[in-house]
Each structure stands twice: as C-alpha cells, then as structure tokens.
C-alpha cells in the first residue's frame, strides 16, 4: 500500500509533466484576473503565469525616482547624466508584451511604457566604432550587453512603467530595460548605466552558460513562440 | 525514571535496559530522519527563496541559492539509500509499508467525508479506535496480522504510513522533475515536458509545504513521540496507547532490552 502510494504519485508527477503545460495554460485563464484583482499578493502562491523575481545581488539599493540617474557614457559624442524626470519628459512609447523568461515562465500582455533606446542614443551622438551596447544594474552586479542593431530596434524601451504603474522596486524599478524579442535575462532591472562599446561582453548570466544573442524561440536550446 | 532526566542522558552512556521504556528507533532510522530532515529544510527553505517575490529580493544571489537548492535536492533521497543497509531502518521501511485492516479502520474514522464516513455511519461504530472485534492488545500481542509476518504493521498508525509514502513519493517526483528543468536544454527535451515539469515541481513543493507543516504540527503535541526519535526511547504507557498492535521485537544490535511485560496496557 505504501509502495502504492509513492508509485502512484510518482505516476501522477510524469503524467503532470506530459500535460502540464496544457493544464498551466489553461488554469492562467482563470487566476489572471484573479491576479489583477488580488491585493493580497497571494494569488502569486499559485504557479504559472507569474513573474519571479530574480535578483543576483545580496542587497539591491531601494532608489527613489526624485534620487534616480542615469549615466550615459563610453563612445558617445555627449556623455550624460540623465534623472528620471528627464526620462519622463522624453517621448513615451507603449507596448503590450509577453515576458517570457528562459526558465519557462511567460508572463502574457504586460503593459510596457518607457523611452525607446534607440531615441536615447539618437541623443547622445554614438561615434561610428559605437558597435555594441553595455547595460549595468545599480545593485553593482549584472550587466548585460547588445549590438547596436539589436539596441536601436523599435521594441527596446527604458521603461519607466509597467503593469499600469510605475515600475516597482522588486521589478528593477524605478528604471529597467525591456528588450522585448529576447529572453527576460536581457530586460535588465535597476538600470544604472548604459555604456556605448567596441564590442559586446556577455552578461551575467552568459557568463554562466546562456546564449549572448538571447531570441526568443530561437536561442537557448528552446522553442517557444516568439514575443 | 521522568523522561525529562533521559532527555540530559547521551545515546553512549545509556543503561541498557530502561525502565518503564522501550526501544522505538534504532541509530539507523534516527540518522536517516535527521539528515532527510535537514535536507529536506534547506529544500524548502531555498524554494521559498527562489519561488515567493518578496524573498527573492531580500536574499538574492539566486545564483548561490540555486546552487544549494539543486545540490541539497540530489542529496535528498541519499540518507534513506545508504540507511537501507541498517536492518533496523529497513523493518522500520517494512512497518511503514504494510497497511493492516486496522489501518483501513483508523482511517474510516478519521474521513471527514465521502464513502469512508458512510459506511462508518452506517456500521454504526464510534468514532474511535480500534473498530474491529478485538481484545485489548498490547505492544507483543499481535492482533489480525498476516500470517507470513506476524507483527508487522502495527508500528506506526495509517496517518505515519501515508505520510512517509506521501513523502518518498514526492522525493521522486522533485527528482525526476527537477532533473528534467535542470538538464532539460542539454538533454534536448521539449519545452512542454520542461514547462510541465516546473508546474509539477512548484505544485508539489506548495503540497509538501503544507504536509510538512502537518508533520510539525502532529510532533508538536506529542513529546513523547519526540522523544523517540530523539533518544531512540518511548515510554511503554506511551506505546501500548498510540500504537497497541506494535510487537517490538528484541535487537540483537539495539541492546538487550526485550518487550517489557504490557500488564499496564489498556
């Protein structure tokens, strides 16, 4: 009986991997607009179709967006400090898009709003050698990088809001990147600096074995539908 | 002998036979218990972290935390692996696995709802145990045992069976499942399966979180039942009420001690 007991969960936990998917799939369409509506926070207890917050620092500084700048430097004609009401005073671009995350997680329609990237280096004057960008976190660890193709694409925002508000702090508030057709590795949160460069460094976690060119569905050894 | 004395006794210096006590968990359970116990914390403690936002943030360094989370979950099934060369776990493992008819009649009476309660109702028993026709036993007197192995079964009740079986069999579902998110890419298996099998693992550890916290609970209430896995001792009042058909039998590598005379039973 107990040998029952642990092969029929066992059973149970194979046939969840053949159809979880499905089953995760479908019961999002229930607990997402649970989620929206739940002040509590625990509708986020219930798996799938949420966002985790992945945070490599031991301690991320918590920046008020009146205290919040942004260095802009390296192969630029005008390197410059930028506070979050010059972000704002720029021209907002909105989008609704998946996040997907290279674990697996994909959080659908996610209200973006920030300053396309592109219009910021536009700004700055990037000098012809500018080949590539580098991105760091103000928690003083991660970075990440992107050619400067891949930067001035219409779907990379410095986003300044998210989910309808502001960019929270466990979201890499008050300024975070959105890189929409790539792996959420790429979105980086707590944005700090943005560095114009030769060439592109891996990030953080390509350090730690994930492609540099993060597409999504079509890097990392996975399929998934693109965003 | 007041239990709170035993408590100060170590394993080492302790007299051979113990009044008023038996002999419930040799070394080899009691280790596996422990170390299944601390593993299985760290399991839960650096899911936590990984899973639930606001300690994703306060912790960090998901790189180490996950690290400790994937290394922890290897070692989780280890202690029980290499306790199954101590006889003495492997007779609690077949305690363990043998549900008795009493079993079936502990967990009648405790189903809040459903068949179970009906058929109760309709037999008209009370709600307590035992319900079959027997004579008060005690631990030694083994009551409608199978005839093969006579006594075993009676160690532990329904509830300590399901859950030990609830756990090693989720051990293995977190270890399939997990090695499927972890070698998933390297192994080329696809996405759905890898999705699937982060569902399953995030809904099972939600699940043995709760069970878990059942496990502490039930300790919590029952010193005595502690006190057997801490020193290996239960008081024999203590066993001839909680476990009346348990048939201790004597261990040669346990110490001399042999089931005391159950003239205090109920």
Not at chain 1, 182 to 201: F, H, T
Not at chain 2, 242 to 260: I, L, T, V
Request: net charge neutral.
């Amino acid at each position: 009986m107990g040998r029952r007991v642990v092969l029929g969960l066992a059973a149970l936990g194979a046939i969840g991997v053949a159809v979880g998917a499905d089953v995760e799939r479908a019961a999002n369409k229930v607990t997402a607009p649970l989620r929206k509506r739940d002040p509590t926070g625990l509708a986020d207890l219930i798996p799938g179709g949420r966002f985790e917050i992945y945070s490599v620092a031991s301690n991320v500084p918590w920046v008020k967006a009146a205290d919040y700048r942004l260095k802009v430097h390296g192969l630029v004609d005008v390197p410059l400090t930028l506070s979050y009401a010059d972000l704002e005073a720029m021209p907002q671009t909105q989008l609704t898009r998946d996040f997907q995350c290279v674990t697996g997680w994909r959080v659908t329609d996610v209200p973006w709003s920030g300053v396309r990237l592109a219009d910021l280096l536009g700004l700055l004057g990037a000098r012809p050698e500018a080949r590539a960008v580098t991105f760091r976190s103000f928690d003083g660890l991660y970075d990440e990088s992107l050619t400067i193709e891949q930067a001035r694409r219409d779907d990379v925002l410095v986003a300044l809001r998210m989910l309808d508000g502001p960019v929270s702090h466990e979201h890499g508030g008050p300024v975070r990147l959105y890189v929409a057709p790539m792996y959420g590795y790429k979105s980086l949160k707590w944005l700090g600096e943005i560095e114009l460069v030769d060439k592109v460094s891996p990030g953080w976690w390509e350090r730690r074995g994930y492609d540099v060119d993060a597409w999504i569905g079509k890097s990392n050894g996975r399929d998934d539908e693109p965003v | 002998m007041s239990l709170s004395n035993e408590r100060s006794v170590s394993d080492e210096r302790r007299p051979a036979a113990r009044h008023g006590e038996i002999r419930r968990f040799g070394p080899g359970t009691r280790w596996v218990h422990r170390l299944t116990a601390v593993l299985f914390g760290t399991c839960l403690a650096t899911a936590a972290i990984l899973y639930l936002p606001p300690l994703s943030l306060m912790v960090g360094r998901r790189a180490l935390v996950m690290t400790i989370h994937l290394y922890a979950g290897y070692a989780l099934p280890v202690p029980a692996l290499v306790g199954w060369l101590v006889t003495g776990f492997r007779r609690d493992v077949t305690e363990l696995n043998r549900f008795t008819a009493a079993d079936g009649a502990w967990l009648r009476d405790r189903s809040p709802v459903g068949p179970p309660r009906r058929h109760r109702d309709r037999a008209g028993t009370p709600p307590t145990e035992p319900t079959e026709p027997t004579e008060p036993t005690g631990p030694g007197q083994p009551g409608e045992q199978p005839a093969d192995q006579p006594g075993v079964g009676g160690k532990f009740n329904a509830g300590q069976k399901l859950y030990a079986a609830a756990v090693a069999g989720s051990m293995v579902v977190f270890l399939g499942t997990g090695l499927v998110m972890w070698f998933g890419a390297d192994l080329r298996i696809p996405d759905r399966y890898r999705t699937g099998a982060t569902f399953i693992h995030d809904l099972f550890a939600i699940g043995i979180f709760f069970a878990v916290l059942g496990h502490f609970w039930m300790a919590l209430r029952d010193p005595e039942a502690r006190a057997g896995l801490r020193t290996g001792y239960v008081p024999t009042w203590w066993a001839a009420t909680e476990h009346p058909r348990w048939a201790p039998r004597p261990e040669r590598s346990d110490g001399p001690e042999a089931p005391e005379p159950r003239s205090e039973a109920p």
